[in-house]
């Protein structure tokens, strides 16, 4: 989400899938007084990435290069092997996906393109994909109804949810959403049957916003912090606290315990029926920063724990579970409009979660 810069091209995330590869020592044992530890490092760091995982592995997609260009990049993590292998492209170049996993296929839906044309900016898409990481081959499926980017997906009973997000208001005619330019942050919830293919409105969010996570677990899906007012930190937008619990069988939302941190451009994932939330970026008239916050929500309690911090501070960040380990990968060390030309970087920290979440 930095300043844009017209001149500025996409990186190498255009190379083959056939590319080697990058192989790394061991992982380090972790322990409870250092229960982070460091993996192999991420091939291509950079801002707005995402993350999930499937069959034992985590793949981080997107990446956002200078001057808005959508790098596709798709990567997959073997924590067996502590290695990194590059994979094919996303077929559809875009940034701020929301992605979700069931039955080891990956779903990825919405998010914002390029313009064809004209100036740069985020231009909202509706497209929705499966990626199957066995065959490495990504299918169109069919649209949402409601195009938006910066939603956030999770899955409860086989379905999925799709979250909240931003688009453009009705009338804009430039290209896309901008900092400059009033946006529309929603509060729209529709559900993806997979084994359908095929979509329904269901009741919307209690409060519109975009850059938060979405996470099923148990029965119910939660909607957790992110953005209100507009896509961009950068801009008139506050960041949120706020819980949100959806029961699909009644069709309700209703709100929950508060997080302790109220932040956006989050990542998440799901150990043992708890909901873990890391990094985020914040700016107001003092300052903008990355936070280095790790959080445990535990819906039975519906209360939430402070876990140990990443090592460093990202926001766009991915992340996922596999195990007993929180896998947080790259993203970008502060927030944006910072001014620092790269600050995009390549941790891949890992947290043993039976350490410090019993």
């Given at each position: 989400?930095?300043?844009?810069?017209?001149?500025?091209?996409?990186?190498?995330?255009?190379?083959?899938?056939?590319?080697?590869?990058?192989?790394?020592?061991?992982?380090?044992?972790?322990?409870a007084a250092h229960?982070?530890?460091?993996?192999?490092p991420f091939?291509e760091?950079?801002?707005?990435?995402?993350?999930?995982?499937?069959a034992g592995k985590l793949?981080?997609?997107?990446?956002?290069a200078?001057?808005w260009?959508p790098?596709?990049?798709v990567f997959?993590?073997?924590?067996?092997?502590?290695?990194?292998?590059?994979k094919?492209?996303?077929?559809?170049?875009s940034h701020?996906?929301?992605?979700?996993?069931?039955?080891?296929?990956?779903?990825?839906f919405g998010?914002?393109?390029?313009?064809?044309?004209?100036s740069?900016?985020?231009?909202?898409?509706n497209?929705?994909?499966?990626?199957?990481p066995?065959?490495?081959?990504?299918?169109e499926?069919?649209?949402?109804?409601?195009?938006?980017?910066?939603a956030?997906?999770?899955v409860?009973?086989?379905?999925i949810?799709?979250t909240?997000?931003v688009?453009?208001?009705?009338?804009?005619?430039?290209?896309?959403?901008?900092?400059?330019?009033?946006?529309?942050v929603?509060?729209?919830v529709e559900?993806?049957?997979?084994?359908?293919?095929?979509?329904?409105?269901?009741?919307?969010?209690?409060?519109?916003?975009?850059?938060?996570?979405?996470i099923?677990?148990?029965?119910k899906?939660?909607?957790?912090?992110?953005?209100?007012g507009?896509?961009?930190?950068?801009?008139?937008?506050?960041?949120?606290?706020?819980?949100?619990?959806?029961?699909?069988?009644?069709?309700l939302?209703?709100?929950?315990?508060?997080?302790?941190?109220?932040?956006?451009?989050?990542?998440g994932?799901?150990?043992?029926?708890?909901?873990?939330?890391?990094?985020?970026?914040?700016?107001?008239?003092?300052?903008?920063a990355?936070?280095?916050a790790?959080?445990?929500?535990?819906?039975?309690?519906?209360?939430?724990?402070?876990l140990?911090?990443?090592?460093?501070?990202?926001?766009?960040?991915?992340a996922?579970?596999?195990?007993?380990?929180?896998?947080?990968?790259?993203?970008?060390?502060?927030?944006?409009?910072?001014?620092?030309?790269?600050?995009?970087?390549?941790?891949?920290?890992?947290?043993q979660l039976?350490l410090v979440?019993k």
């Amino acid at each position: 989400m930095k300043a844009f810069c017209v001149a500025c091209v996409v990186g190498s995330s255009v190379l083959s899938a056939a590319a080697p590869a990058f192989a790394q020592a061991p992982l380090p044992t972790p322990s409870a007084a250092h229960p982070w530890v460091q993996g192999a490092p991420f091939p291509e760091p950079s801002e707005e990435v995402l993350g999930a995982t499937a069959a034992g592995k985590l793949y981080v997609f997107a990446g956002l290069a200078p001057g808005w260009k959508p790098k596709a990049l798709v990567f997959e993590y073997d924590p067996t092997s502590n290695q990194w292998a590059r994979k094919r492209p996303m077929r559809l170049a875009s940034h701020h996906v929301a992605f979700a996993t069931l039955n080891n296929k990956i779903y990825a839906f919405g998010g914002f393109t390029y313009p064809e044309s004209g100036s740069p900016g985020w231009v909202p898409t509706n497209s929705a994909w499966e990626y199957d990481p066995a065959t490495d081959e990504w299918k169109e499926l069919a649209p949402m109804p409601t195009k938006r980017g910066a939603a956030a997906a999770g899955v409860v009973n086989s379905k999925i949810y799709v979250t909240g997000g931003v688009n453009s208001l009705s009338g804009v005619t430039e290209n896309g959403i901008h900092p400059v330019r009033a946006q529309n942050v929603v509060a729209t919830v529709e559900e993806y049957d997979p084994a359908a293919n095929s979509w329904k409105a269901v009741r919307p969010l209690l409060l519109a916003r975009n850059h938060h996570v979405a996470i099923g677990a148990g029965d119910k899906l939660y909607a957790i912090g992110g953005r209100v007012g507009s896509g961009f930190i950068s801009s008139a937008s506050n960041n949120v606290d706020l819980v949100e619990m959806y029961d699909p069988a009644a069709d309700l939302w209703s709100p929950r315990a508060r997080m302790p941190t109220a932040r956006s451009a989050i990542a998440g994932g799901l150990y043992n029926n708890h909901v873990l939330v890391a990094g985020g970026e914040v700016q107001d008239q003092r300052f903008l920063a990355a936070f280095k916050a790790m959080e445990a929500y535990d819906p039975a309690s519906n209360q939430w724990q402070v876990l140990p911090s990443m090592p460093h501070p990202r926001h766009g960040l991915a992340a996922g579970v596999i195990g007993n380990r929180f896998y947080a990968v790259s993203g970008d060390g502060q927030s944006a409009g910072n001014g620092i030309e790269h600050s995009a970087v390549p941790y891949n920290e890992i947290l043993q979660l039976d350490l410090v979440l019993k």
